[in-house]
């Protein structure tokens, strides 16, 4: 996830959303995404799960365990050794509260009945996708084995039960999990970030979207090369509808959005 401290694509990139990020909403014309600002990015009503799920969040801070990590893709920026410890992850590997309320509040929204997340990490955002609606049904993808690991025992530890935990790496694991969706709600890509790599999981996701679908990926400013990415993804025929948080990106395909909108957004 995005960390405290950042390069200098990601300072250029940030002052530039800055002054142009539309506020609160306003100035957005599609009703769809003024919707989306009203009951999902600027709404302040707090769901009861959020104090269950921050009092999680919290126990991840005071954790000194090591673990032992295998980096994929792109690898962090920041934590270059292998052992690491868990309370240093949450610190600066992780989605912030706000950003995760956020996933929460969108799933819950659009009433996901699946989801698909690349990169579990410790798990945090896994849970509040589950916790977004509790008959939905929730696929993680860790490559690291130590990660993984945590991240099941913590949903095993607060009994959550519509969680399937997958140890492998994308590339092999993401066609697999398709194979077996009728269709895709909700996808969030948070690893691997290259720009094959993410053009290559936006494509395969792409045969399982459906007009409800939504496609969030991470860390769009991570690199000039994730910009790159997310650049080609919004140009994409079938996406009528992009959402540009600077923190991640997300992507629509409603067919009743006859004009294709981009828009970026200050959260």
């Known amino acids: 996830m995005f960390a ?3 390069n200098r694509h990601q300072i250029v990139s940030y002052i530039k959303h800055f002054f142009i990020a539309k506020r609160k909403g306003h100035g957005v014309h599609s009703p769809f995404a003024y919707q989306l600002c009203e009951e999902v990015f600027y709404n302040n009503n707090v769901f009861y799960e959020f104090e269950y799920l921050n009092n999680i969040r919290n126990t991840l801070f005071k954790n ?12 962090s920026k920041l934590l270059k050794k292998s052992s690491r410890k868990i309370k240093s992850i949450a610190t600066i590997g992780i989605s912030s509260k706000h950003q995760s309320e956020i ?12 989801a698909v997340e690349l990169g579990t990490s410790l798990g945090i955002n896994t849970l509040y996708l589950a916790k977004a609606n509790s008959k939905s049904s929730i696929i993680t993808i860790e490559g690291s084995l130590a990660l993984f690991e945590f991240a099941r025992q913590l949903s095993e530890n607060y009994k959550f039960k519509n969680i399937q ?9 993401l066609p ?3 194979n077996v969706l009728n269709k895709l709600d909700f996808i969030y890509i948070d690893g691997n970030h290259t720009y094959e790599a993410t053009i290559k999981y936006f494509n395969l996701a792409l045969t399982k979207k459906h007009n409800n679908s939504v496609f969030i990926f991470d860390d769009i400013y991570w690199s000039k ?4 990415a997310w650049n080609k993804i919004i140009q994409n025929d079938s996406v009528t509808l992009s959402i540009d948080t600077f923190y991640f990106g997300m992507v629509f395909f ?5 004009e294709k909108f981009h828009l970026k957004l200050y959260i």
């Open 4 to 6: 405290l401290k950042i």
């Open 64 to 75: 000194h365990k090591k673990l032992v990590i295998e980096d994929f893709g792109a690898g």
């Open 103 to 114: 996933l929460y509040r969108l799933v819950n929204f659009l009433n996901c009945s699946n």
């Open 165 to 173: 935990f997958i140890h492998d790496n994308f590339d092999s694991a």
């Open 176 to 178: 697999k999990v398709l």
């Open 225 to 228: 090369e994730m910009t790159k």
């Open 254 to 258: 409603k067919n009743e959005i006859k």
